[in-house]
């Protein structure tokens, strides 16, 4: 919790100090150099971007990660070649599944449990929303941008499809998007399906290739997590430090030795991860925590 609280501080602040320059764009020019193209041109990537997507199948790509906020907690899930994590951050416990291992603090105990990737049910619950998002491209979305972004890393255009609403499993979603990040040739190698449920639920599932990925937050979810429980003195570094040297960050998490967890943590055989609302009804997971 209280590295949320850090995170959402510095967000606030970072968004009031921008607020506050009156940051002006040329005539004819954005802010930060962006660029927001014709809707014609936008149209033709959408068609582009479709017709690739029409080819792509999940199983193809497998790699994901489910972020899911409401009221101040958190339901995190990564599944990339570097780093397979579950994590829930909730207003009195904290919890993450890594190698094999579920574990629970509350600020003073620590709890564990042998618990196999498959029960928490992601693969199946990302493998669903790839079919929500594909049935969103069948759709003709009511808004579609389509941006040059040259301070982002990576590939620097952005095609983003918006919808007022949609039902999925006899479920309403409100205001979803996909949104493609896309390289000088209209290739994507991953997109971000968004939308919103209820009265403040969001959740944001990425997709991308599991060759090769990486996913720098769930490895400060896990570093995070064992310099909680004193299993590394370390704290977690910048992004940009991360970003810069990943050999060194890699070594740390790996060097941390979460079997000594075992040595004085309590042994819990009913812990489970709490599933996130509406998990378990798409995912099939019985019970509303998987794990059970």
Not at 59 to 85: A, C, F, K, L, P
Not at 264 to 269: L, R
Request: with cysteine.
């Amino acid at each position: 919790m209280r590295r949320r609280i850090r995170y959402l501080f510095t967000m606030t602040v970072s968004c009031c100090l921008l607020s506050g320059c009156h940051i002006a764009a040329r005539p004819g020019q954005e802010p930060f150099g962006e660029q927001t193209y014709s809707g014609t041109e936008a149209r033709a990537v959408y068609e582009e971007v479709c017709a690739a997507m029409g080819q792509a199948e999940f199983s193809g790509w497998s790699g994901y990660s489910i972020r899911m906020d409401e009221d101040m907690v958190s339901h995190d899930i990564y599944r990339t070649e570097e780093y397979m994590v579950g994590w829930h951050e909730g207003t009195e416990r904290e919890y993450l599944w890594y190698q094999g291992q579920l574990y629970c603090y509350d600020g003073g105990t620590v709890a564990y449990r042998d618990m196999g990737w498959d029960e928490l049910n992601s693969d199946s619950y990302a493998a669903e929303q790839w079919e929500f998002a594909c049935g969103l491209l069948g759709q003709e979305p009511e808004e579609m941008e389509y941006k040059y972004i040259p301070m982002s890393s990576g590939s620097q255009y952005q095609l983003t499809l918006k919808y007022h609403e949609a039902s999925w499993e006899g479920q309403a979603r409100q205001f979803p998007q996909v949104r493609f990040r896309l390289d000088g040739e209209n290739n994507f190698s991953g997109f971000v399906l968004h939308w919103q449920e209820g009265s403040g639920r969001t959740i944001d599932i990425s997709f991308f290739p599991y060759e090769g990925s990486a996913s720098l937050q769930a490895e400060r979810e896990i570093w995070g997590f064992a310099h909680e429980l004193g299993l590394t003195e370390e704290g977690v570094p910048a992004l940009s430090e991360q970003e810069d040297d990943r050999e060194r960050c890699r070594s740390v998490v790996s060097g941390i030795d979460f079997e000594d967890v075992s040595g004085w943590a309590v042994y819990q055989d009913d812990l489970a991860f709490p599933v996130p609302p509406g998990w378990d009804d798409e995912a099939g997971i019985p019970g509303g925590t998987a794990g059970r």
